[in-house]
């Protein structure tokens, strides 16, 4: 059986000025219906990248992507886009920027009751149904991120695209997020695509973590399956010996296999600078 969604030999070249500059090579990933998948590695190293070429906001340099047996090769309802900046239009409330969405997708296939329905249903998903008439000014980073959720939740997406959605959030807000994640994942069976640099909101949401090499010419390094029980409560998981194995593989594989290493002749370089100019 073919996969749902399969990210098949990608290479990204981007042409610069001293030269072409390869983002990822060979980057071949099949997920399967359902499946929570999240992407994390070091800055630079191609994961929003993979994420662009999905959205079919890139097209890859060579390889493909398939979605359910459809080639993607532009942006389209089907591949929603959560980013870390919830891009809420600040003149409309929650209620209208939900709409937006739903009527650009659906055109005139809802009536005014119906779409009205889909709208409170979806902000109810995400617990904003009780502010739904607030613009963006009057509720809170997280509330907003809410609000972009279900605004991607209401175009029926097969495909959930998360950028680091919850990166900008205090602790708590993005525990919150996460448990909220979980709930509707749980309840609508969504494929997710998440970026992250949270090992532990990785190994909480996930059911495969997808590690990459750093850049230039990306590539996944390793993939790790992630079988905890579902549903996962983060204070039960804290003391689990499985979960913390899990977490141990991701932080090995960043702080040891793919450690960062500064260059020291830049890093010289960088501090004579600022002895001349002090």
């Known amino acids: 059986m073919s996969a749902f969604l399969d990210i098949s030999h990608i290479d990204m070249v981007f042409p610069t000025p001293t030269g072409d500059f390869t983002a990822l090579k060979g980057v071949d990933l099949q997920i399967k219906k359902g499946e929570f998948v999240s992407l994390i590695g070091h800055s630079g190293c191609g994961k929003s990248t993979v994420l662009n070429v999905v959205a079919g906001l890139y097209q890859a340099t060579t390889g493909g992507v398939i979605l359910n047996n459809r080639e993607v090769r532009e942006p389209g309802p089907e591949r929603a886009v959560v980013f870390q900046n919830h891009s809420l239009l600040p003149w409309l409330t929650s209620y209208q920027n939900v709409e937006l969405a739903v009527k650009q997708v659906f055109g005139n296939k809802m009536n005014k009751a119906e779409t009205k329905e889909w709208i409170e249903h979806n902000l109810k998903l995400v617990h904003m149904d009780h502010a739904m008439h607030k613009r963006p000014n009057e509720i809170s980073g997280g509330m907003k991120q809410r609000v972009g959720i279900a605004r991607a939740l209401a175009m029926q997406p097969e495909v959930l695209l998360m950028d680091e959605p919850f990166g900008a959030l ?109």
């Open 170 to 278: 205090d602790a708590l807000t993005r525990a919150h997020m996460q448990d909220s994640l979980m709930e509707i994942q749980n309840e609508l069976n969504n494929t997710v695509i998440m970026i992250t640099h949270d090992v532990d909101e990785a190994v909480l949401l996930s059911d495969r973590i997808v590690m990459m090499t750093n850049g230039p010419s990306a590539t996944i390094g390793e993939i790790l399956d992630v079988e905890l029980e579902r549903p996962r409560d983060r204070l039960s998981l804290a003391k689990d010996i499985e979960y913390n194995r899990l977490r141990a593989e991701v932080l090995t594989f960043l702080y040891e296999k793919q450690r960062k290493v500064e260059n020291i002749s830049s890093k010289k370089t960088a501090t004579t600078a600022k002895k001349a100019t002090a």
